[in-house]
């Protein structure tokens, strides 16, 4: 099971933007299907915190975090007691713990990007990790540019179709995608989301 925690950065300075995170995560777990065994939801204060099972949504719900911005990423992959509560706030297991040690972490100096893993199994972790922070620095320095162009992909599915819809050419579109290395970080996420489910179970 994978248990996500992320807390909000410099809330006194920028407000409560928990409200506005559990928006866009409504908005993509519609786009997932629901993938969530417990929902996010806020734990307390300016922390939330939400169970899956998913690896692939995990990977996907952790950029989304890093796209949204001002947030520390903690990822626990584990064992969790069952049955589980209601919540997650309410809830206990490995992975909880896990998720704790990574959030806090993700909200040191000590990594390039606030996001962090923690697993049952410490060195797939470790690369699971390693990836993810790659991934989210792909993330965090698209452009708007690229993003206009990324997510209308999500939702047309060919290049031509996107150059259509914003009236330019097909090979703006392709290179507006080169710039936003969508290719390249597409082609990670099912190997992100196997180093998830390899740190997942203790070897």
């Known amino acids: 099971m994978f248990v996500m925690t992320a807390d909000q950065k410099g809330s006194r300075r920028r407000g409560d933007a928990v409200p506005g995170l559990l928006t866009a995560v409504s908005a993509w777990a519609e786009e997932w299907g629901d993938p969530f065994v417990l929902p996010v939801q806020r734990t307390v204060g300016d922390e939330v ?3 899956l099972a998913d690896p692939a949504a995990v990977v996907s719900l952790a950029l ?3 796209r949204l911005g001002g947030w520390s990423v903690g990822i626990g992959a584990g064992p969790v007691t069952e049955p589980l509560a209601s919540s997650a706030p309410e809830s206990a297991g490995e992975a909880f713990v896990l998720a704790r040690d990574a959030v806090e972490r993700a909200r040191g100096r000590a990594v390039s990007v606030p996001l962090a893993v923690a697993g049952a199994e ?3 972790a470790e690369e699971a990790e390693a990836l993810l922070q790659l991934l989210a620095a792909v993330v965090r320095r698209r452009t708007a540019a690229g993003w206009e162009v990324v997510d209308l992909m999500a939702r047309v599915g060919t ?3 996107a150059a259509n819809r914003l009236g330019i ?8 995608l080169d710039t936003a290395l969508w290719h390249e970080e597409t082609r990670l996420h099912p190997l992100a989301a196997r180093l998830l489910r390899t740190a997942e179970v203790a070897a």
């Open 49 to 51: 915190q939400g169970v």
């Open 122 to 124: 410490p060195r797939a």
């Open 169 to 176: 050419s097909a090979q703006a579109v392709s290179q507006r």
């Open 64 to 66: 989304l975090l890093q």
């Open 159 to 161: 290049q031509r179709e």
